[in-house]
């Protein structure tokens, strides 16, 4: 057993720092706001797979998102893997407020999503469940549609810098 008295607090900057050494993809998460008829979004790279069957995968979002309450409200979103080529994308999508597909093309997927041209591969999905985990909530989204896309090369968030990867053939 651990004696409590002794466990040092963690640092948040610290803790930040070193989660972010685990290099991840970049996911710009859009949808279309009922209210509105616009195209609305956000970039997460906390995503992963969860089930196969049924098809689900996750994503974490900020208690502070401006920008989640208006996807969610989206019957469908599309869960878009940014390829290394769409940084002025992710830059836009990722900012706070404004009219973040100012410029951005986009396509509609079968549900009338909004897909990013270049990107890896898209999935539109729709809410399963949210859990409340500190000052983040997990959303579950089931997958509707799994496309690939046009792009080649992942864009790589490491280090709280884009990057990308090149696998060796």
């Not at 920008?67 to 769409?86: E, F, H, K, M």
Request: charged share 20%; hydrophobic share 40%; glycine share 10%.
């Amino acid at each position: 057993m651990r004696d409590q008295a002794t466990e040092q607090l963690l640092d948040t900057r610290r803790f930040r720092d070193v989660l972010g050494r685990f290099a991840t993809g970049v996911v710009a998460v859009t949808g279309i706001d009922p209210r509105t008829d616009r195209p609305v979004g956000l970039a997460v790279n906390s995503f992963t797979s969860v089930s196969l069957d049924p098809p689900l995968v996750a994503f974490c979002v900020a208690h502070t998102s401006t920008s989640w309450p208006a996807v969610r409200t989206s019957d469908r979103y599309c869960l878009n893997i940014l390829g290394d080529d769409q940084r002025q994308v992710t830059a836009q999508i990722a900012a706070k407020g404004g009219d973040k597909f100012r410029g951005v093309d986009w396509f509609s997927s079968p549900g009338g999503m909004p897909v990013l041209p270049g990107s890896l591969a898209w999935l539109e999905c729709s809410l399963f469940a949210e859990h409340l985990a500190g000052d983040h909530v997990i959303v579950v989204a089931r997958v509707h549609h799994a496309e690939f896309g046009a792009g080649v090369r992942p864009m790589v968030f490491f280090g709280s810098k884009y990057g990308t990867f090149s696998a060796p053939q």
